[in-house]
């Protein structure tokens, strides 16, 4: 059975750029979560998006989007990069919008922006 | 506001010893206790996960111990090996339309 398969897995942008961060979750799983992992800050929730309705957004700018298709799979969108964006963004599948069934996180997009 | 506060945020741990990591929560709604293990270059992979209405679950070496009153929970590795040297994170989610969140991650060192 895949896992949750994330591409690209490396990304170096420029400041003021845009990025699309894709997340292809395990067969069967309807429901994605987002996570901007940083050093100082752990692991941050960005969104949920379950069935390509999105049930929940941290508290992140507007500038972090995201969405997902019909077929389970989400991306998602980062406009205007900053510096403090670089981080690695981790994606999760599960089979149920709670994740007490157990999330399945992805090996991660490192964005690096300079 | 962090609502998982996790300690401490490095260990380092002999080969053979016990090690214990704590988290503390105020969100009384929160009703799932997981934790995951990160190895470097790898997302979380969930070790093991608890319920409030237990206050102990244990799986081979891993035991999660919970204090529903102190709204406290800790991950105890037994018999503790290198192998084990991972970035381990508590995390709660809560009942309703609320986000699994995470502690700030422990950095355990196992030396021989």
């Known amino acids: 059975k895949a896992g949750v398969t994330q591409t690209p897995r490396y990304l170096i942008k420029t400041r003021g750029q845009q990025v699309t961060l894709s997340c292809s979750p395990i067969?069967?799983?309807?429901?994605v979560s987002w996570y901007q992992q940083t050093p100082g800050q752990g692991l941050q929730f960005l969104f949920e998006?379950?069935?390509?309705?999105?049930?929940n957004k941290g508290n992140f700018p507007g500038r972090f989007s995201g969405r997902q298709f019909s077929n389970s799979r989400s991306e998602m969108n980062v406009s205007t990069l900053e510096l403090g964006d670089s981080a690695l963004y981790l994606c999760?599948?599960?089979?149920?919008?709670?994740?007490?069934?157990?999330?399945?996180f992805g090996s991660g997009t490192r964005l690096t922006v300079v | 506001q962090q609502q998982v506060k996790q300690s401490p945020q490095s260990l380092i741990v002999q080969k053979g010893g016990i090690s214990i990591i704590n988290c503390a929560y105020e969100?009384?709604?929160?009703?799932?206790f997981p934790w995951y293990q990160q190895f470097p270059g790898k997302g979380p992979a969930l070790l093991i996960a608890?319920?409030?209405?237990?206050s102990e679950k244990k799986e081979g070496r891993f035991t999660i111990s919970f204090n529903k009153s102190a709204k406290q929970f800790s991950l105890h590795i037994m018999d503790s090996q290198p192998g084990d040297s991972a970035t381990y994170f508590c995390?709660?989610?809560?009942?309703?339309?609320?986000?699994?969140?995470f502690g700030k991650g422990t950095r355990l060192s196992v030396i021989a």
């Open positions: 999760a599948s599960s089979s149920r919008p709670r994740g007490d069934y157990g999330y399945t």
């Open positions: 067969s069967g799983h309807r429901s």
């Open positions: 998006y379950f069935s390509e309705t999105q049930r």
């Open positions: 969100n009384t709604a929160f009703d799932y």
């Open positions: 608890i319920r409030p209405d237990v």
């Open positions: 995390a709660a989610h809560g009942a309703g339309n609320t986000p699994l969140v």
